[in-house]
């Protein structure tokens, strides 16, 4: 489920909006400058391996990559694995990387092909809860601070656009704001 929920920066339990009509999410989104849009889903995803998906969102990522602005793009796959015993470690490893207040000096362009993930995009007075799946595609802008939490069980399938081979790299802020609002299994429950 797409879902966008809305709570003041200084109160998590101040809840300006919740919705998950994607109209009004992109209309939200786009009043502070984040871009949010559509791509077909591919139902097959999970089983398709990486190569193949890139080349079937080929036109759509020519599109979106229509000035070369993009010079790295690629694929960041999770599964939960239940014959892995290190797959829990890992998966909390995974989860635990971006789940602090940070910022890129890029912008954090991702195309969900699978699975979900949530965005809490802190910008001003408000931090905008983005529960992403499959078929969304969310840029944030650079300096926006921001975290994402993928998750207690993390699954899914990301595209993702850089345009230096390190523009994933964080500059955390320190804050620990992240820890008083909901994790994302806390906003699908
Ligand atoms: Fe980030």
């Not at 078929?135 to 650079?142: F, I, N, T």
């Amino acid at each position: 489920m797409t879902l966008l929920q809305v709570m003041a920066a200084d109160n998590a339990a101040d809840v300006r909006v919740r919705t998950t009509d994607p109209t009004e999410i992109g209309t939200e989104l786009a009043q502070h400058g984040i871009a949010y849009s559509h791509w077909d889903v591919r139902a097959d995803a999970a089983a398709t391996d990486s190569d193949a998906l890139l080349a079937h969102y080929g036109p759509q990522i020519a599109d979106l990559n229509a000035t070369g602005r993009y010079r790295h793009i690629d694929i960041a796959r999770i599964h939960p694995d239940a014959d892995n015993p290190e797959w829990p470690a890992t998966a909390a490893g995974a989860r635990a990387k971006f789940l602090d207040e940070h910022r890129h000096a890029e912008d954090e362009v991702r195309f969900f092909a699978a699975g979900h993930g949530c965005f809490y995009l802190h910008v001003g007075d408000a931090v905008l809860a983005t529960v992403c799946e499959a078929g969304d595609l969310l840029s944030v802008p650079a300096g926006t601070l921001h975290w994402f939490d993928m998750g207690t069980t993390p699954d899914f399938i990301a595209i993702r656009f850089f345009e230096e081979a390190d523009g994933w790299v964080g500059d955390f802020t320190g804050d620990k704001i992240s820890a008083g609002f909901p994790t994302l299994d806390e906003l699908l429950g």
